[in-house]
């Protein structure tokens, strides 16, 4: 198997428990072009846990935690660049600290970041039946998709959407998400096919961690091949299985 030293950050590696011998396979390092090796020198557990701490963001609305404070000594009444700004700050800084504090205890996760435009556009294979705009579900065929969050990698969201779907669901995630494409899956029956995979995911679905406040297509992966081994497996019974990188 090949292996690479995890960096971590600030002297702490969060995935030493995992790795104690600070041997950490590739597939758990993202792309880096700039690199001798072509990989990042933190692996996605360790990059996960950077962003979380040096970057916080309110766990309900994701706004970054200066401008929530600032947001929120607003709504208090204070005004910038007054003698009182700062005691209003100091109070936004308590709200912070309680609301985050309750979001540990209660156990959730919701990562909120602003929508970004789409870098892939609408695809779909090659098929004889002739196509329309379709509004939700109405026909069995489309693409089970994996979406990642860029700024929490181990986590995905695995779905279905129509032929021409998606972009749309790319900009629905977005809007609660800073998410890319990484991999589409083309199913004669992608509802049951999402159905099945689902399943062979449960023990990773967020909902079964005991994260209640999510959907049910976000799971904790922290290496990609777990989520397309699974759609593999249920892909390897169909006719004519068709697979569209996102890359």
Known sequence: MNVKRCSGHGG?????????????????????????DGLQNMCRKDKAHYHLTTHPRHPITGIRKKKWKEKFAKSLGGIQNTPEWKSYLDR??????????????????????????????????????????????KIPQGWVYVFRNTETPWLFKVGKTYPDGIQKRLDQARTWGCYDLEEKYWFDDA??????????????NMRNLGHKNCG?????????????????????GNDSPSIANAS
């Not at 509802?191 to 990773?204: D, R, V």
């Open 92 to 137: 936004a800084e308590e709200q912070w600290n309680k609301e985050v504090t309750e979001w540990k205890i209660n156990d959730k996760i919701v990562d909120i970041t602003p929508r970004f435009k789409s870098e892939y556009g609408p695809s779909k294979p090659m098929t004889k039946r002739e196509t329309v705009h379709v509004e939700g579900e």
């Open 191 to 204: 509802l049951k096919a999402e159905k099945e995979i689902h399943a062979l995911l449960s023990e990773h």
């Open 12 to 36: 702490h590696r969060e995935c030493a428990e995992d790795f104690p011998d600070n041997q950490v396979p590739v597939g758990n390092f993202d792309m880096d072009k700039k690199s001798k």
């Open 216 to 236: 049910t297509e976000l799971f904790k992966c922290w290496n990609i091949g777990t989520i397309t081994d699974a759609i593999n497996k249920i892909q390897s």
